[in-house]
């Protein structure tokens, strides 16, 4: 198996979200669940994916964590399409279908790999947000807006904070945010403040249930904000969003999303190989 490391959602090395990914032969079955974990394990990136080419422009993608697998994920997406553009699997310019357990998404492969995510749903779930404000640590939230639970393909806890030195300066109880996430059945906590500087907002995800506390940018979760912010009426219909993400752990990554007038999401950017190697067992 052909193993791969990369960083997306930057086009410089060592920035971005770093990824592991795997690549099989055409319809190759997929390892083992307990192997493919334990790979993901031994990499120590936030999320590893393992590619099954079908031919033409259909693939399987499977996502592990380092804890076990999961439905989706926006950045090892990024990173997995572009390394099939420079193995030449996929020409510049091409539309694929990646079948996932999200369901079967497209994929607009280029200098920005923009891929459809699932249809967002707010889900109806009861959030104690004084209790939430006290285990992320943040002194403040946004009076106006409730943390909601919103899934693009994961679901995650949308909170809103009220300035980006609030957001910059939290510092989550992992024990308890693990705990809270367990009980609701989300990811985890995807904070944002509000900005007027270029960026639709700056984000911070945590997700110690899958063994991530920080990550420095996610597909998914910034999908979810995308319909969350038209949910609420900050942002309209159709429109792009670019989501400062990383700053707080040194690795600065840049979102982009779009929304359609279809309420579909579709999320992207570039990405960079800074190693390739072989998976010996």
């Known amino acids: 198996m052909k193993l791969f490391i990369v960083d997306a959602f930057t086009s410089e090395p060592f920035g971005g979200n770093p990824a592991g990914v795997v690549l099989l032969e055409r319809d190759a079955p997929f390892p083992p669940d307990e192997l493919m974990t334990r790979v993901a394990a031994e990499l120590r990136y936030s999320e590893t994916a393992f590619i099954q080419p079908h031919g033409g422009s259909e693939f399987t993608l499977r996502y ?3 804890t076990g697998e999961v439905d989706l994920c926006g950045h090892a997406t990024i990173a997995s399409f572009g390394v099939l553009l420079h ?33 967002p749903q707010a889900l109806e ?18 009076a106006a807006l ?3 639970v919103i899934s693009t393909g994961l679901p995650d806890i949308i909170m809103p904070v009220s300035s980006v030195e609030i957001l910059n300066t939290m510092s989550p109880d992992m024990d308890a945010l693990t705990a809270l996430s367990d009980e609701l059945r989300v990811v985890g906590v995807h904070a944002f403040a509000l900005s007027d500087d270029g960026y639709t907002a700056h984000v911070r995800n945590f997700a110690p ?15 979810a904000l995308t319909h969350y912010l038209h949910r609420h009426g900050i942002i ?8 400062l993400q990383g700053e707080a ?4 990554s840049v979102v982009t999303t779009q929304l359609l007038t279809t309420g579909i999401i579709h999320v992207g950017g570039p990405s960079r190989i800074i190693a390739i190697g072989n998976i010996l067992l």
Do not use: W
Not at 249 to 252: L, T, V, Y
């Open 64 to 66: 592990f964590t380092p």
């Open 87 to 119: 193995e030449d699997l996929v020409a510049d310019g091409e539309t694929c279908i990646n079948h996932t357990l999200a369901g079967d998404l497209t994929v607009t492969v280029g200098d920005q790999v923009m891929m459809q995510m699932a249809p």
């Open 125 to 142: 779930t009861a959030i104690d947000t004084a209790r939430l404000a006290r285990i992320m640590g943040a002194s403040e939230l946004v």
């Open 146 to 148: 409730r943390p909601e």
């Open 209 to 223: 249930l899958y063994g991530i506390p920080e990550e420095s940018a996610t597909g998914t979760a910034n999908a």
């Open 236 to 243: 309209s219909s159709p429109t792009k969003c670019r989501f």
């Open 249 to 252: 752990m040194g690795r600065p």
